[in-house]
T-cell receptor
Framework: DTGVSQNPRHKITKRGQNVTFRCDPI?????LYWYRQTLGQGPEFLTY????????KSRLLSDRFSAERPKGSFSTLEIQRTEQGDSAMYLC????????????FGPGTRLTVT | GENVEQHPSTLSVQEGDSAVIKCTYS??????FPWYKQELGKRPQLIID?????GEKKDQRIAVTLNKTAKHFSLHITETQPEDSAVYFC????????????FGTGTRLTIIP
C-alpha cells in the first residue's frame, strides 16, 4: 500500500499516561498535516510540516501536545498527561506542495482515554 | 481565521434523485475548496475540488459550484446510488491547497433504495 499509513490504529490509555502516534506519508510528499476528529464533527487542524520544519500550530494544540518530523519523512504526535477530552480520531494527511495538491488522508489513530 | 458552515447536517434522498449540500466560508482570501467523502470507519477521501478562478466543475454525477461574491459553494450529486451514502465534508483553504484545511461539520447523506 503506497498511501498514508498510521500506527497504531487504536490506542486505549488511562488518563495521565503519555501516548505517541506515528504517521508515514506518501514517500514523495513534502507536506504533512495532523488533524483531530471527534464524533460527528469535521477534522480540525492541529499542525503541519514542510519537510522537517513545523510551519504552523493550532491554538487547539496545548503544551501537552508535541509533533516532530525529524528527517522530513515520518512524523510523530505525542500527547503527554492524557485527558478524557483528548479522546478522538487523530488523522494524518500528506501532500506535495507545488501548485496546490490534494491532501491524502491516512486511516487515523483512534485514541480512547479512560 | 477561516470559518466554514455546512448545511444540512443530515439528508435523506430516494435513490435516483439529486442531493445538494451547501457550505459558506468567511475568509475572502480562501481560494481552494475540496469536498471529502468519509464512509463509516474509513479515511476522508477527496471526491471533487474547485479553485476560486472557476465557477463550476463536474465529474460524472458530481458537480461543485462556487459563488465567490456570496462566499458559498455547493456539492451536487445526481442520480444518487446506495453507495453514495456517507458523510460529506466541505473545506476551504488558502494558497490553492498548500495550507491547512478548515472543514465544515459534515452532512450525513442517506440514499433510500
Amino acid at each position: 500500500d503506497t498511501g498514508v499509513s498510521q500506527n497504531p490504529r487504536h490506542k486505549i490509555t488511562k488518563r495521565g499516561q503519555n501516548v505517541t502516534f506515528r504517521c508515514d506519508p506518501i514517500s514523495e510528499h513534502n507536506r504533512l498535516y495532523w488533524y483531530r476528529q471527534t464524533l460527528g464533527q469535521g477534522p480540525e487542524f492541529l499542525t503541519y510540516f514542510q519537510n522537517e520544519a513545523q510551519l504552523e500550530k493550532s491554538r487547539l494544540l496545548s503544551d501537552r501536545f508535541s509533533a516532530e518530523r525529524p528527517k522530513g519523512s515520518f512524523s510523530t504526535l505525542e500527547i503527554q498527561r492524557t485527558e478524557q477530552g483528548d479522546s478522538a480520531m487523530y488523522l494524518c494527511a500528506s501532500s506535495l506542495a507545488t501548485s496546490g495538491e490534494e491532501q491524502y488522508f491516512g486511516p487515523g489513530t483512534r485514541l480512547t482515554v479512560t | 481565521g477561516e470559518n466554514v458552515e455546512q448545511h444540512p447536517s443530515t439528508l435523506s434522498v430516494q435513490e435516483g434523485d439529486s442531493a445538494v449540500i451547501k457550505c459558506t466560508y468567511s475568509d475572502s482570501a480562501s481560494n481552494y475548496f475540496p469536498w471529502y467523502k468519509q464512509e463509516l470507519g474509513k479515511r476522508p477521501q477527496l471526491i471533487i475540488d474547485i479553485r476560486s478562478n472557476v465557477g463550476e466543475k463536474k465529474d460524472q454525477r458530481i458537480a461543485v459550484t462556487l459563488n465567490k461574491t456570496a462566499k458559498h459553494f455547493s456539492l451536487h450529486i445526481t442520480e444518487t446510488q446506495p453507495e453514495d451514502s456517507a458523510v460529506y465534508f466541505c473545506a476551504a483553504t488558502l494558497n490553492f491547497g498548500n495550507e491547512k484545511l478548515t472543514f465544515g461539520t459534515g452532512t450525513r447523506l442517506t440514499i433510500i433504495p
